[in-house]
């Protein structure tokens, strides 16, 4: 026979549940509170003050932007060919000069007074071989008539050869001599801009002077290298294969102002495994003497053109933990996060591959103050910077006009 179950075990299930319903309606209805005052804040919170711009579509340039270094395409260092005094510098300091242009004159007496030796000795050895010449061509005859021996003919035959090549080291003499006169004058050897004088006149210059004269460095036209991340190699080998005269544009330092237009040259023939980059050059005519070597420039390769790309400014794209994203506005001002997928950057502007349509507004000012949901006031930056430009002018205009109406009133008071 069993025994009956408990009641204290029979209650204890239904208080739980009883329990369980009760925290249960407690907790939504906590839940729904916090809900409805947080729907009140917001609704009662100023909106954000924003600026934005809308999502077009337009053939977008696509640029390669890096940093370069101004090259002379030839640098040379004028040196002396032979050893003697300075006489006369013909260039000034930092002049352009011409390729064959005298640049300077050494003494060259010494020089001069050699040749004349040379072709001294040229002339006597040139006399004696003539001689040689009339005394074979008798010696011939002779031998023809059987009234000297051979062996007469040929030694004969044999000092006019001697003679010959005497000849011949002498005119290499005089050769040499020349050269040397020549050599007394110093010509560049490019056209380009002398730098500072190394030797000032009444010096003695030797061929082995490491400083030499000066310096020429070409400007026109001139180089400019710079590199790019090995990523970008494809699109530019691309791009080179399509066009081989890409348009390469060099900015100054802070890359406000264009100081030249190029055109791509040559890539190197293997990437740097230390950057991971590859060095480019690019020629430019620079006809206004705007690039100077050594000088550091903001480069802009142009990659061509992105027919009907949809685009949208560059600072309105962010980057999250749910990767590339733009704030758009509704037409109620509210703000939506949308999760994008960019592509190259064109000027201040970014393609987008996908997640924005052309019309849609994108928040590009005040982004760092929105939350997704957010109620948002657009403003007109551009016409904001106007008008407080139009009244710092207008206030400039009055303190002028009140400051010269006090100075005419203290000047009467003078003069009264």
């Known amino acids: 026979m069993s025994s009956p179950t408990p009641v204290k075990s029979r209650r204890l299930p239904l208080i739980i549940a009883v329990i369980a319903v009760l925290g249960g309606g407690w907790w939504w209805h906590q839940h729904s ?34 940093l370069g270094t101004v090259n002379s395409t030839y640098t040379v260092t004028v040196r002396s060919r032979v050893d003697g005094q300075l006489d006369k510098v013909h260039f000034s300091e930092g002049q352009m000069v011409k390729q064959g242009q005298l640049l ?13 030796q040379a072709e001294g000795q040229l002339q006597r050895d040139q006399a004696l071989l003539a001689n040689a010449r009339i005394d074979l061509a008798r010696y011939q005859q002779l031998s023809g008539q059987n009234s000297i021996s051979k062996q007469q003919v ?10 010959e090549g005497t000849v011949k080291v002498d005119q290499g003499a005089v050769a040499a001599a020349k050269l040397n006169v020549d050599y007394a004058r110093i010509i560049a050897p490019v056209s380009g801009r002398v730098g500072l004088r190394q030797v000032d006149p009444g010096n003695i210059v030797h061929a082995s002077d490491a400083n030499g004269l000066v310096t020429i460095t070409q400007t ?37 102002h264009k100081l ?12 740097n495994t230390g950057t991971g980059t590859i060095n480019i050059k690019a020629k430019f005519a620079n006809e206004q003497q705007e690039l100077f070597p050594n000088q550091f420039v903001n480069v802009n390769l142009e990659l061509g053109v992105r027919k009907n790309a949809i685009v949208v400014p560059t600072v309105a794209v962010q980057l999250g933990k749910v ?20 592509g190259p950057a064109s000027g201040d502007n970014t ?26 006031k657009v403003v007109d930056r551009a016409a904001q910077a106007r008008e407080a430009a139009s009244a710092a002018a207008n206030a400039g205009k009055g303190h002028k006009k009140h400051g010269a109406g006090a100075w005419g009133k203290h000047h009467a008071s003078a003069a009264n």
């Open 154 to 163: 040929d030694t004969q035959q044999a000092l006019v050869h001697q003679y």
């Open 351 to 376: 393609i987008i591959e996908d997640g924005l349509k052309p019309g849609q507004r994108v928040v590009i000012d005040g982004v760092d103050k929105l939350r997704d949901g957010a109620q948002v």
């Open 33 to 66: 509170q916090n809900a409805k005052e947080a729907a009140a804040r917001n609704k009662g919170a100023a909106p954000v003050a924003v600026g934005v711009a809308e999502v077009r579509t337009m053939d977008a340039p696509l640029r390669l932007n890096a």
């Open 323 to 342: 990767g590339n994203y733009v704030y758009t506005v509704g037409d109620d001002s509210t703000i939506n996060l949308a999760k994008v997928k960019t």
């Open 104 to 116: 300077a004159k050494l003494d060259s007496r010494p020089y001069q007074a050699t040749l004349t």
């Open 220 to 256: 026109q036209p001139i180089n400019v290298v710079f590199a790019i991340p090995e990523v970008s190699l494809t699109s530019v080998l691309q791009a080179a294969r399509d066009n081989r005269t890409l348009k390469v544009e060099a900015w100054d330092r802070d890359n406000k």
């Open 260 to 271: 030249a237009d190029g055109t791509l040259l040559a890539l190197d023939n293997q990437l």
